[in-house]
Nanobody, 127 residues
Framework: QVQLVESGGGLVQAGGSLRLSCAASGLTFSSYAMGWFRQAPGKEREFVAAISRSGGSKYYADSVKGRFTISRDNAKNTVYLQMNSLKPEDTAVYYC????????????????????WGQGTQVTVSS
C-alpha cells in the first residue's frame, strides 16, 4: 500500500533551520505531484509548498516564500522541505501529500486535490 513517511521535525530556536523529508513507497513516485501542508493547534490545515512531478515547477505560500525550499529526488522517492529563518508562527505539524497527475508541470494547493497523506511531523519554533 501507499505510504508517505515524514521525518526531520523537531524543536528549533527562531532563526534556525530544519530540513523535512518525506519518503514515499507503494507508488510510482515520478507520476505524483507532491505538496507540503501544515496544521497548527486550533487552525485549519494550510498549504505550504508544492512541486511538480519533474521538480521543474514549484509554488509557495506567501508566508514562507524566500525562507522555505521544496525539492524532490525521484531516484530516492523522496520530497524535501528546507526551512530557513524559522519563526514561532511556523510551529505546526507538517504533512506531505501526493497527487497522481498526468501533467508534468502542474502543482496543487488545495488539500482535497491530494490522494495520499503522511502522518505528519511536529515542528516547534521557540522565540
Amino acid at each position: 500500500q501507499v505510504q508517505l513517511v515524514e521525518s526531520g521535525g523537531g524543536l528549533v530556536q527562531a532563526g534556525g533551520s530544519l530540513r523535512l523529508s518525506c519518503a514515499a513507497s507503494g507508488l510510482t513516485f515520478s507520476s505524483y505531484a507532491m505538496g507540503w501542508f501544515r496544521q497548527a493547534p486550533g487552525k485549519e490545515r494550510e498549504f505550504v509548498a508544492a512541486i511538480s512531478r519533474s521538480g521543474g515547477s514549484k509554488y509557495y505560500a506567501d508566508s514562507v516564500k524566500g525562507r522555505f525550499t521544496i525539492s524532490r529526488d525521484n531516484a530516492k522517492n523522496t520530497v524535501y522541505l528546507q526551512m530557513n529563518s524559522l519563526k514561532p508562527e511556523d510551529t505546526a505539524v507538517y504533512y506531505c501529500a501526493a497527487k497522481r497527475t498526468l501533467y508534468g508541470s502542474n502543482w496543487y494547493v488545495r488539500p482535497n486535490e491530494y490522494d495520499y497523506w503522511g502522518q505528519g511531523t511536529q515542528v516547534t519554533v521557540s522565540s
